[in-house]
T-cell receptor
Framework: EAGVVQSPRYKIIEKKQPVAFWCNPI?????LYWYRQNLGQGPELLIR????????DSQLPKDRFSAERLKGVDSTLKIQPAELGDSAVYLC?????????FGQGTRLTVV | QQQVKQSPQSLIVQKGGISIINCAYE??????FPWYQQFPGKGPALLIA?????SEKKEGRFTISFNKSAKQFSLHIMDSQPGDSATYFC????????????FGSGTQLTVLP
């Protein structure tokens, strides 16, 4: 069974440019998470979906970040415009119940 | 507000030794406590998990000890191996509709050969 797939693996952009990350969760998993992980720190939740509904986006900086999960399957996370402080690893995870499975993440570098 | 506090930040252990990582929480709505292992360039992977109705869970060389009254739990790695060198995160999941998985700050474990 394929795990959580994220793309791209790496992205380098100039500040003020837009960037998008894509996540394909494990088939059948109704819960999808986007986390941000800064160097040397634990993942911090950005948004959680139950099927296509965003049920927890309180930590998402809504002035520049947006996310969608069309048809309750794949999801995209967008940043526009990116700032230097957005440099981090963006992790996607999915779960059916308690166990969350993570993708390898997208390492974003904003220069 | 850091809901799950993890210590130590880094840990160096000799091969064959015992590695111990501690976590504490405040939110009594947490009802599932997983530990994740993360290697460089990889996403976190579930290692072992426990629910608060048991005080200990063992899987191979990995054991979780859970103290509900103290709101603390710990990971013990017996007979630590160089291949165990990674970053370990404790986490906690809220019951009910919240279902937010909150992570500790991580412990970088180095097992010396």
């Amino acid at each position: 069974e394929a795990g959580v797939v994220q793309s791209p693996r790496y992205k380098i952009i100039e500040k003020k440019q837009p960037v998008a990350f894509w996540c394909n969760p494990i088939s059948g998993h109704n819960t999808l998470y986007w986390y941000r992980q800064n160097l040397g720190q634990g993942p911090e939740l950005l948004i959680r979906y139950e099927n296509e509904e965003a049920v927890d986006d309180s930590q998402l900086p809504k002035d520049r970040f947006s996310a969608e999960r069309l048809k309750g399957v794949d999801s995209t996370l967008k940043i526009q415009p990116a700032e230097l402080g957005d440099s981090a690893v963006y992790l996607c995870a999915s779960s059916l119940d308690t166990e969350a499975f993570f993708g390898q993440g997208t390492r974003l570098t904003v220069v | 507000q850091q809901q799950v506090k993890q210590s130590p930040q880094s840990l160096i252990v000799q091969k064959g030794g015992i590695s111990i990582i501690n976590c504490a929480y405040e939110n009594t709505a947490f009802d599932y406590f997983p530990w994740y292992q993360q290697f460089p360039g990889k996403g976190p992977a579930l290692l072992i998990a426990i629910r608060p109705d048991v005080s200990e869970k063992k899987e191979g060389r990995f054991t979780i000890s859970f103290n509900k009254s103290a709101k603390q739990f710990s990971l013990h790695i017996m007979d630590s191996q160089p291949g165990d060198s990674a970053t370990y995160f404790c986490a906690a999941l809220e019951r009910g509709s919240a279902r937010q998985l909150t992570f500790g700050s991580g412990t970088q474990l180095t097992v010396l050969p």
